[in-house]
C-alpha cells in the first residue's frame, strides 16, 4: 500500500486499485476508488458547491505483530474532517469513527495479517472488481461489518412493511412504485450516500451490509456524522440540494382520476368543485389525452380548443396539470424523426422495443441534451403555450416492458451503469427549461426519483399500487423513508390506485383512511382507477383520446353523502392548516426536514420513537396515528414526552406513555403538542 496527499485529500494505491478520500461539507467525507487510470468525472448526486473543508492527513506506521506474530510496522493513513475521520490500514481496509467510536468498518476476511481478528481464509475482501467482458466497466462488491442493535431508514420507497431496513435486501433499480434513492440514515449518527446511479442492489444484513453495483467505473460513496437525523439531513442536502419554494396555492386539494376523457368532463368537475363551494388547487388531465404515446398534444376530437378550457380553469383559480409520458409510439409523428436523429434509447438485442403498453414504443433517451431539447420544445408548444401550469411525468423509471436492464442503452452508457438516474435526467427536460421562465416556481408531479431529485421541482407519488389497507399501510414506511432520503415532496393516490369495486363499503373505508392520512401529508391528491370497467368508450378507433378505459368518478361527492361529509370536514382542516404546512416547506427548503416525520426525527432522544412504525409526526407540532385496519375504531398511540392534545376532544395527555383513543370513521387520532 502507498499512501500521498494531494490537495487536502489522501489517495492511496493498492494492487492496482487508486482510492481517494476527501473532505466533503461539514463533518463529510467522500470516498471514490478506481481500477482505471483516472477517475471519472462525474459527481453524480453531489452537485452543491459545498465547503469541502480542510482535513487533516496523517500518514504513518502501526505495529501489526500482535495480529500476525511478524514484527515490523506496516503503513497506515488516517484523515480527518471535523467529527467524522477515516482510518486506511496498510491493505486499503477502511475504518470510520464518529467522535473516536467506531461506526463503520469494512468487512475483510484475508490473510496478509490484516487487523480481522475473525476467519482470514475465506480470501474475501473488502472491495471485490470484476472486469465486465468486453467492456471498460467492472461489477463492484463493497462489503462493511454489520453492527448488532443499529437501525437503518432511508433508501427512498420500497413496496414492504419496514421501516427499519435492517435485514433487508433492497434492489438498486427503479421499477413503478419503487424508487431507490440510496441514502441511509443509521441510529449510530451517520448518514451514507451510495453516489452511484448503477443498477444493483444493497443488503443490510446481520453478518454484514454488502453494497453491489452491476456495472461501473468508479466506486463513489459520501458518509456523514451527526447526532440526530435532522443534522444528518441537513448535511446531506446541503451537498445534494434542498427542495425549493413550494406555492401557497398548491398546497390544498389537488383533483384527479382516471381519466378525463375531454375537454366538457374537466369543466363540468371544476364547475360543480365552484358550485359546492370546495376550491381545488390544481385539476389533473391524465392520460391517452392524446393521438398516441409520444405526440405529446391534445387529441383534437375531444380536446378542440384546449386554451379556451385552460383560460376558463385558471379564471376559477384552478391551475392544470397535464400527463406527459416518455413512449413514444412506432405510430406517433415524432417517432422516426427522433429515431433518426438517436434521441430514444437503444437496445443492445433484437427490436428496437422497451415498452409495450397499449403500443409499440420506444421511450426518450433523457440523458441526451438533444433529447431534451426536443421533448421541451413539442410540449411547449402544444402545452405551456396555452397556460398548462405543470407535467405530471408518469412511467418517469422508465416502465421497461421488461426489466432486463443488460438490454438497454442510453448515450451517457450503458443501463445497468447509469439507469437509476434516469428519472432526474426525465424531470429535468422540463425543470431546466420551465425554471428559465417566469411563471413561478417549478412543480412537477413524477412516479419516481433518485439522489438530489428534491431541488427539481419533482412532487413523488408512490405508484399504482393497491386498494387495500395492507397497502395502505406500507405506503406510510414509504412515505417516511422518502423523507429521510431527502425527498420532501412526496405523495400518494388516495385510497390506492387499483380498486376492483367502487361500491364496495370496505373500499369506501379505506377512502376515508386514506383520504385522514392525505390531509396530514405534504400533498392532498384525489386519484386512483376506480373499477368496475363498465363504462363503454367513447369511439371504437384502437388510438386516440376517446377508445381507452375510464374509471369510475373521483370527485369527494362520489362515494355517498355521509363519506362527502366526512371528507368535506376534512377539507376544511386542511385549509385551516395551510398557514401551518407553509412553514413546513420553507423548512424542507431551509434544512431539508421532511414534511412526513418519523417518531423518531422529532424525539430522538427516547428509544421507543425509534422502533414505531404506525404513527408519524406531521412537522414538530401534530402526532398522527392513522386507521391502518379494517373496522378499527380504536387506537393505541404511544405520546413522548411532553403535553399532548387530542384534537377531537380538547384533552390534554401527559407524555411518556400509550394511551387508547377513539377512532370512529369520522376521526383519525391527531394530538397537538402542547
Known sequence: MRFETEGGALLCYHQGEKLRIEAWGKDSLRVRATKRMQFSANDWALTEDVEKGSAQVIIDEVDYTEYDGSPGKRPRATIWNGRMKAVVNFA????????????LQEYYRQYDGTISRRSRCLKVVNREWKGIIGGGEYSLNLKFESTD???????????????????????????NSQISVPFAVSSLGYGFLWNNPAVGSVTFGKNYTEWVARSTKDMDYWITAADTPKEILEKYTAVTGRAGKFPRDLMGLWQCKLRYRTQDEVLTVARQYQKEGIKIDQI??????????????????????????????????????????????RRSENFYPMMEKGLLIQTERGAAQTYDYQGDCVEIDAFNPETRKYVWEVCKKNYYDYGIDAFWLDNSEPDFGVYDFDQYRYCDGPALEISNMYPQMYS???????????????????????????????????????????AFGDQLQCGLNMGLAGIPWWTTDVGGFMTDDVEDPDFRQLLIRWYQFAVYSPVLRMHGDRGPYNIPPLDDRNWGGGYLKTGHANELWSYGEENYEIMKKYYQIRMELLDYIETLYEEASKNGSPLLRTMFYEFPEDEKCWEIQDQYMFGGKYLVAPVLHLNEFVREVYLPAGKWQLTSTGEIFEGNQTVKVDAPITYMPVFEKR
Open 428 to 470: 429535468r427536460v422540463f425543470y431546466d427549461e420551465m425554471s428559465k421562465q417566469d411563471r413561478g416556481p417549478v412543480v412537477n408531479l413524477l412516479r419516481c426519483a433518485w439522489a438530489g431529485s428534491q431541488k427539481y421541482g419533482n412532487v413523488v407519488w408512490s405508484g399504482d399500487v393497491p386498494s387495500t389497507f395492507e
Open 284 to 329: 389533473v388531465i391524465d392520460f391517452f389525452h392524446w393521438p398516441y404515446q409520444g405526440d405529446w398534444k391534445f387529441d383534437p376530437v375531444y380536446w378542440p380548443d384546449p386554451k379556451a378550457m385552460v383560460d376558463e380553469l385558471h379564471a376559477m383559480g384552478i391551475k392544470v396539470i397535464v400527463s406527459v409520458w416518455p413512449s413514444v409510439d
Open 149 to 175: 442493535g443499529e437501525k437503518i431508514f432511508g433508501m427512498g420507497q420500497y413496496q414492504q412493511e419496514y421501516m427499519d431496513l435492517k435485514g433487508c435486501v433492497l434492489e438498486l433499480a427503479q421499477r
Open 92 to 103: 486499503g481496509v477502511i475504518t470510520f469513527y464518529k467522535d473516536e467510536q467506531v461506526i
